[in-house]
């Protein structure tokens, strides 16, 4: 099926759950979006970004999405009310990709050649 709704290119995505009904996808637009896959819709939006969404995660059995950005951040936000609760501040230049390491850290790694790995609750 296709997932439509991006303008421009999309950089990344991530299942959500054991059942891969749900994807999110990170893109050009400075835009994340999740997607029930069996019908193509797009449930969320995800809008805050000061550029382009280069990698996405999701953490904590499906609770929160990370997302890595060019505006140097990383973002947290709730899947369900698409709220962002932290942003995660210490690379010097755009974040080109995040994952889980668990329930509660992940890691990202940006274009000022480092790689850090963040607390979600504390940062």
């Known amino acids: ?13 991530a299942v959500v759950g ?4 749900r994807v999110v996808s990170g893109g050009a637009d400075g835009i994340a979006r999740l997607w029930h896959v069996p019908t193509g819709r797009c ?3 995800f809008r805050e970004h000061g550029g382009r969404v280069a990698g996405v995660c999701v953490v904590g059995e499906g609770r929160l999405l990370a997302t890595a950005c060019y505006d140097a ?4 936000w709730h899947l369900k009310s698409g ?10 230049g755009a974040v ?7 329930d ?10 480092t790689a850090r790995v963040w607390h979600v609750e504390s940062g």
């Open 1 to 13: 099926s296709w997932l439509e709704g991006h303008a421009g290119a999309v950089h990344a995505v």
């Open 104 to 113: 509660s850290r992940v890691a990202s790694a940006g274009a000022d050649g």
């Open 43 to 45: 449930e969320r939006v």
């Open 18 to 21: 054991r059942h891969a009904r």
């Open 73 to 76: 951040l990383v973002r947290l």
């Open 83 to 92: 709220e962002c609760v932290r942003r995660l501040a210490g690379h010097a």
């Open 96 to 102: 080109y990709a995040v994952c889980a390491l668990s």
